[in-house]
């Protein structure tokens, strides 16, 4: 049985490879499947355009689809980015450098202790079956925003979400280790049980 995953983002591609090598689905993406879709997420909040995604490339595709939304939110700027994290400030779709500097800049202009910095990145997956069957899973992971970026790593606004257990920031875990503990991995792994009763039916 098939498992779409809808992304077409390289970085996020990896992560769902290296989650999922052992679920018991074949993995697939939407360029393997010549779907070219990109719905518009209208939702206001991470579930809503998770489900939005979902739901559009399960019709499109006739497959079992997981789709997620995520994004970092900033204690001390009200939430932001929130669920306008990947076109924070009307940044360009690659540009992570100016949105996570947006961050900074903000950040700065408050002058904050690190105590004030809190701030947690969060996901929410949807997997949409054709049928218009929808599940959803959740994952999140505590931080602080660092004063200056560090780490090759990661992507988004890894380089300056700092872990004060680990003394790193996100882009400089190891991968593996990453995948273990970022928002991403904990909502895969509570997606996985869900997953796993999908593949149990195949």
Known sequence: MKLLIATNNRHKIQEYQQIFADLPLEITFPAQENLALDPEETGDTF??????KAKAF?????????????????DALGGEPGV???????????????RYRLVLEKLAALNLPAENRAARFRCVIAIAAPDGTI?????SVEGQIARAPAGE??????????????????AQLDPALKNSISHRGRAAQAAWPLLQKWADKS
């Open 47 to 52: 579930a809503e355009n998770a489900i939005i």
């Open 58 to 74: 399960a019709q499109a595709g006739g497959l079992l689809t997981l789709a997620d939304d995520s994004g970092l939110e900033v």
């Open 84 to 98: 306008y994290s990947a076109r924070y400030g009307r940044t360009g779709k690659d540009d992570h450098t100016a």
């Open 135 to 139: 599940e959803l899973a959740e994952g």
């Open 153 to 170: 790593n990661g992507f988004g606004y890894d380089p300056v979400f700092f872990l004060p257990e680990f003394g790193q920031t996100m």
